[in-house]
């Protein structure tokens, strides 16, 4: 069988499944999900130290990052400025390298100020950063971050958390075929199916956060949408038959009794 | 000297009064933070965790200690 790697900024990964980890109830039910779904990547957050309350759960004591890859994000930045300062911290911590870029512009609909992601990426991949970049579903604006050195291109499916499912199966396909960057749909899954869409669609993978978190049960969900991501990759790999207007009978049609 | 002076200093948002000359190493042990697992900031510049020992506070100081936490 030929091998199919996911592979980002040179680094071979096991699943295609990206999950974040912000929304859950507790550490305990954060790290238990992210088991089931079989994720080797996870977005994670970088926030102060809450220096008055020391009984707070530190993440790194329950998501081993020897195990699992972690993958800081600029989430909850709106300008360039403070999402190099956020990256550039987060490289600090632990020599973080990969990293996710999300600069947003709007605090409603969270669409990212691609002005702003623009900029950021470059000046983040000349610091020798592998940026995987959060932005909207515009294949002239994927081709300008990939001309400033994007590792990773993440057109969002919908609003993030919004649950709403691919909007723009099209665009999707048109940034695939310009693209031989890996591909990932990022924010605004709501069900399984929205990912196996995505895989079929040809995408290298999936990040799903708040679809797995906010679920009523988030352990199925997260095993749901480990497999919806084998499907769909499966299926793309598969060839699908082409569509047809007319029926085309299963059975052979000579020998009816 | 019996005198210490004492300073003024930010950190994370909060104001602290410290003596003056503290280490910033020794702030960060005072507050038992694990330095392998955050990074720190002194007046928006990051600070090599192996020269903590070294760097003095002074009055006015704002210090930003962050790390990794639960995100999407």
């Not at chain 1, 978190?213 to 919806?228: E, R, S």
Request: aromatic share 4%; net charge positive; proline share 4%.
């Amino acid at each position: 069988m030929n091998k199919d790697n996911f592979i980002v900024a040179k680094k071979k990964f096991n699943s295609r499944l990206i999950v974040g980890t912000g929304k859950y109830k507790n550490m305990v039910e954060c790290a238990k999900a992210i088991k089931i779904s079989g994720a080797s990547i996870v977005t994670v957050a970088v926030r102060r130290v809450n220096i008055s309350d020391k009984s707070k759960p530190i993440l790194m004591d329950y998501i081993d990052p020897k195990k699992i890859t972690y993958l800081p994000n600029t989430a909850g930045c709106f300008t360039s400025d403070d999402a190099l300062r956020t990256l550039r911290l987060a490289r600090e911590i632990g020599g973080w390298k990969l990293v996710k870029l999300e600069v947003l512009g709007d605090k409603k609909n969270l669409f990212p100020d691609m002005i702003e992601t623009l900029k950021s990426t470059e000046v983040l991949s000349n610091e020798g950063f592998s940026v995987m970049v959060y932005c909207n579903d515009d294949p002239l604006m994927a081709k300008r971050l990939e001309n400033v050195g994007a590792s990773a291109i993440m057109p969002l499916a919908a609003p993030i958390g919004s649950g709403l499912g691919i909007l723009n199966k099209t665009n999707i396909r048109i940034i695939r075929n310009q693209t031989k960057l890996p591909l990932i749909v990022d924010a605004g899954l709501g069900q399984a199916s929205d990912a196996t869409i995505a895989m079929e669609l040809g995408c290298d993978g999936v990040l799903v956060n708040t679809a797995i978190a906010k679920a009523k049960k988030p352990f199925t969900m997260a095993l749901a949408f480990k497999n919806a991501v084998i499907a769909g990759r499966q299926s793309y790999l598969s060839g699908r038959i082409s569509k047809n207007l007319m029926g085309n009978p299963s059975s052979p049609t000579k020998g009816i009794i | 000297m019996r005198n210490i002076k004492k300073i003024k200093i930010k950190i994370n948002g909060k104001i602290k009064t410290v003596d003056n000359q503290l280490k910033l190493h020794q702030l960060i042990n005072k507050l038992k933070i694990p330095t392998n697992k955050v990074a720190i900031e002194l007046n928006r510049e990051i600070i090599n965790k192996k020269i903590i020992n070294k760097v003095k506070l002074k009055n006015n100081d704002v210090i930003e200690i962050v790390h990794f936490i639960g995100g999407g």
